[in-house]
């Protein structure tokens, strides 16, 4: 299997969330990706590769060009607003009978438009973690166009909570999305995203919810008692050209793996059904049950039996990182999902 990483990720750090009462070290870090490197090596997963830079004219199919600018100039601007030191954090957000129609010169602004909640700040390496990701993705696209039948995008900053013009739940942009859009641009008829990630990916969903050519199936905790709350219910189901072709399939906490592998047996099944030609894995192993952020019980073992379902979905298919914050397992439990897949 070939795995794109970059190492521009490193200077997205520093950054503190609200837990509970307190403010504390945010689970989404650069030490992430150093263990899931280690732990890929030690089951000699080791064609790793640098992404090729791409324009942002792929970026730019999916998410609001205000958007992108902001992302890219948002600390510079927060910086000369506030000072260099800290983080760029709304101060609030563009809610309902507020404009949504950002001050391009006010970075408060800016924020309260394009962000959605307290886990999305900017820091002064933010921008170039958020771009190589981006390039992560793409150049993995690029891969599988090129005749491979799977890769990882090992993708830091995740991406699945990002729509077209808002960021939130550590994510910017959509890396799955616009590898998504890619391969359509590129001549892959229809496309399926599988989300396995805890949280439900509410940036993909929104971004391709009125479309036909992309099937989006998410498994994930209970939107009435997980984040991001406000979406990923059973009953939405697309809309227009998409009905049909958006399949939640939302679990309670403490589901465990004969729980999950029903779910995960029925999106398989929807999979098959809509035939596509390319799947794109939102791979996040936060459904474990030691996770900080979660709310299942998934075993270590358990992450073997879900990458060989997704190895019996028999497609090509594109991997690309997204949560997964108990450090300890972290490594081992991508490895297993990677490893059930390549056994299949």
Sequence with gaps: MKIIYSQDHVGH?????????????????PERMQIILAALAGRDLTDVHPPAPHDTGAILRVHDAG??????????????????????????????????????????????????????PLVAGSWKAIRSAADVALSGAVAMQE?????????????????????????????????????????VGRVAILDVDYHHGNGTQRIFYDRGDVL??????????????????AHETGA???????????????????????????????????????????LGVDTFEGDPVG????????FLKVGQAIGRIGLPTHFVMEGGYALDALGVNVANILAGYLET
Excluded at 153 to 175: E, F, I, K, M, V
Excluded at 216 to 233: A, D, K, N, Q, T
Aim: proline share 5%; net charge negative; charged share 15%.
């Design 216 to 233: 989006f199936v998410s498994l994930h905790g209970r939107p009435e008692e997980e984040y991001p709350f406000l979406l990923g219910f």
């Design 67 to 120: 958007f992108v600018r902001f992302l890219e100039h948002g600390y510079p601007m927060w910086a000369a607003r506030h000072g260099a030191d800290g983080a760029a954090f709304a101060r609030t957000f563009g809610m309902r009978g507020m404009a949504q129609t950002p001050d391009e010169t006010s970075i408060d602004a800016l924020l309260a438009a394009y962000t959605f909640d307290i886990f999305s």
């Design 240 to 282: 227009g050209a998409g009905e049909g072709c958006n399949v939640n399939l939302p679990m309670p906490k403490g589901t465990n793996m004969a729980g999950y592998g029903v779910a995960l047996d029925t999106a398989v099944q929807r999979i098959r059904a809509y035939a596509p030609d390319m799947l794109v894995v939102s």
């Design 13 to 29: 750090a520093g950054i503190k969330e609200l837990r509970g009462q307190d403010w504390v070290g945010m689970a989404e870090n």
């Design 295 to 302: 709310g299942f019980v998934l075993q270590t073992d358990d």
């Design 147 to 187: 005749g491979a039948t799977s890769v990882l995008s090992l993708c830091r900053p995740p991406g699945h909570h990002a729509s077209q013009d808002l960021a939130g739940g550590y994510c910017y942009l959509n890396n799955a999305a616009i590898a998504a859009q890619f391969y359509r641009d590129h001549g």
